[in-house]
């Protein structure tokens, strides 16, 4: 199975500032059709998973342009800028091109 | 609106099996995957298996073979079983659809507890 790797386990952010989460796969996330499925995900608390990025760079509908994707292979990274209080929760990347799917274990972003 | 929903069972005893429905709106079961994910308490997610648009079904080997998911599409409902329950097992479970990126959109989650 591909191993993510999550990078920090967890960061304190004070409102307005910025942050990145580091994700690293264990081979290449460039799938034979071209595309790289890496997706990014926010779990606010008590609340399920929402879908941030798909594929790398694309933001999902409705997610502000305070938050995005890149990298290529297999180092990834997620950037929020401008850090508002409804961005705390967990940080979650997932790889989608080898089965079975697997998931990050997870960036904490908390108030300092 | 999309939406899913899950439903069953809150305790299963151990050895015993899991059922579990996933209940959608606003997309149809023909034209969009649908997966299980499981989450234990305070960790991360794992993947479970997908129901592909054609009928088709992939499952994570850290499942198989007691994992089995099934369809509905006239009632638009997925369907989970899981035989052989452990306390392991205890976590809650999602289903998600699969759209631009592979879970889209989420259930609200079942906590599932396996215990005697």
């Known amino acids: 199975d591909v191993l993510m790797t999550q990078t920090p386990v967890s960061l304190s952010v004070s409102l307005g500032g910025q942050v990145s989460i580091s994700c690293r796969s264990s081979q290449s996330l460039v799938h034979s059709d071209g595309n790289t499925y890496l997706h990014w995900y926010l779990q606010k608390p008590g609340q399920s998973p929402q879908l941030l990025i798909y594929?790398?760079?694309n933001r999902f509908s409705g997610v502000p342009d305070r938050f995005s994707g890149s990298g290529s292979g297999t180092d990834f990274t997620l950037k929020i800028s401008r850090v508002e209080p409804e961005d705390l929760g967990v940080y979650y990347c997932l790889q989608s091109t080898h089965f079975p799917y697997t998931f990050g274990a997870g960036t904490k972003l908390e108030l300092k | 609106q999309v939406q899913l929903k899950e439903s069953g069972p809150g305790l299963v005893q151990p050895s015993q099996t899991l059922s579990l429905t996933c209940t959608v709106s606003g997309f149809s079961l023909t034209s969009n995957s649908v997966h299980w994910v499981r989450q234990h308490s305070g960790k991360s997610l794992e993947w479970m298996g997908r129901m592909w648009s054609d009928g088709d079904t992939s499952y994570s080997s850290a499942f198989t073979p007691r994992l089995s998911i099934s369809r509905d599409t006239s009632k638009s409902q997925v369907f989970l079983k899981m035989n052989s329950l452990q306390t392991e097992d205890t976590g809650t479970y999602y289903c998600?659809?699969?759209?631009?990126?592979?879970?889209?959109?989420w259930g609200q989650g079942v906590m599932v507890t396996v215990s005697s």
């Open positions: 998600a659809r699969n759209g631009l990126g592979p879970f889209d959109y």
């Open positions: 594929r790398v760079s």
